[in-house]
């Protein structure tokens, strides 16, 4: 590593000045770098985002861990009080913004339309049938796709948003329901042959909590 050229020496008294500035910006120069005020400055910062990033890994592994040590995690304590808090066929049951209530529900048809337009299911359609309410005081986006339906080992199903078009039932299908607003309209569920749900879990956005139907 290379080290900075001392100051050359001034014979004339006059230049004396210029000589004590030139030696102090040479020990300056010459100072390890490890000793410099940019060099602290970077380490002080860099351990302060270590530090940082250790506490915030360490409230991660609590919070996993308490949830295993409790027996279930935030999700699975919310599927639980679901459960608990479960209604059946013709019982409202509200989540968020959202009341619905379930009718009915029928797994006997493997096609849905008429022909020519048609479309046929890989295992079998089953229908369910519900109104929906806005209980809230906003508008909010009734979609089909946030409701899942659950056999008794507790498979989740997605709903078949594209069997709208063949239902000719698009209530469910993304739609702004406003304060007070209701429908009544059919979700469709592509299932294995022989499938019995058991429940279905409904949510008034991807991201709500969700209620419990039993459909047995």
Known sequence: MSHPTPPPQFADPRSAKAQAKAEKAYRKASRPFYKKKRFIL??????????????????????SSSSSDGGSSSTGGGSSENAVNAVGLNQPAQDGKFEFTVTSVDCSQNTLGEAPV?????????????????IG???????ASSQKA?????????A??????????TSTFLNQLNPGSTVDGQIAYDVPVGTQLTALELHDSPFSGGVTVNLS
Do not use: H, M, P, R
């Not at 048609?118 to 806005?134: H, I, W, Y």
């Not at 078949?160 to 039932?169: I, P």
């Open 118 to 134: 048609t479309k046929t299911a890989q295992g079998t359609f089953c229908l369910v049938s519900l109104t929906v309410k806005n």
């Open 160 to 169: 078949d948003s594209s069997a709208a078009v063949y239902l000719g039932d």
């Open 150 to 158: 659950l056999d008794a080992a507790g498979k989740e199903y997605s």
């Open 42 to 63: 970077l380490a002080v910062i860099a351990l302060i985002v270590i530090i940082a990033i250790a506490t915030s890994g360490g409230g991660e592994n609590s919070s």
């Open 137 to 143: 005081n906003e508008a909010q986006l009734l979609d």
